[in-house]
């Protein structure tokens, strides 16, 4: 059984920054891609970024580039999403997801943490 727990959320004012964290459980992510998604006010789901967890290569969202690093500590078993110089349309729920391998759907998630930009 895998489990994701998101946590890091909150309310901050533009500008600032943030780090979300993803603590991550179950079995071996030796092959996984991590991800993060976000879901904004009447808005569908989208990708902000995803990590191997294996070489740490990362992608990222071409909204996201350059404001948003996503990192990952293997040994503690977490990954991060490091925010900055936040705008209110980042104001969403935020997701951690797990896909087995590269090329395969992500098949676990976390409950989500709100994150809120005020201007």
């Known amino acids: 059984q895998v489990q994701l727990v998101e946590s890091g959320g909150g309310l901050v004012q533009a500008g600032d920054s943030l780090r979300l964290y993803c603590a991550v459980s179950?079995?071996?992510?030796?092959?996984?891609?991590m991800g993060w998604f976000r879901r904004a006010p009447g808005k569908e789901r989208d990708v902000v970024g995803q990590?191997?967890?294996?070489?740490?290569?990362?992608y990222y969202a071409d909204s996201v580039k350059g404001r948003f690093t996503n990192s990952r500590d293997i040994l503690k078993n977490t990954m991060y999403l490091q925010m900055n110089y936040l705008k209110p349309e980042h104001t969403a729920i935020y997701y951690c997801?797990?896909?087995?391998?590269?090329?395969?759907?992500?098949?676990?998630w976390g409950q989500g943490t709100q994150v809120t930009v005020s201007s």
């Open positions: 990590i191997t967890w294996n070489s740490g290569n990362t």
């Open positions: 997801a797990r896909a087995p391998s590269q090329g395969r759907g992500y098949d676990y």
């Open positions: 179950g079995r071996s992510f030796s092959s996984a891609v």
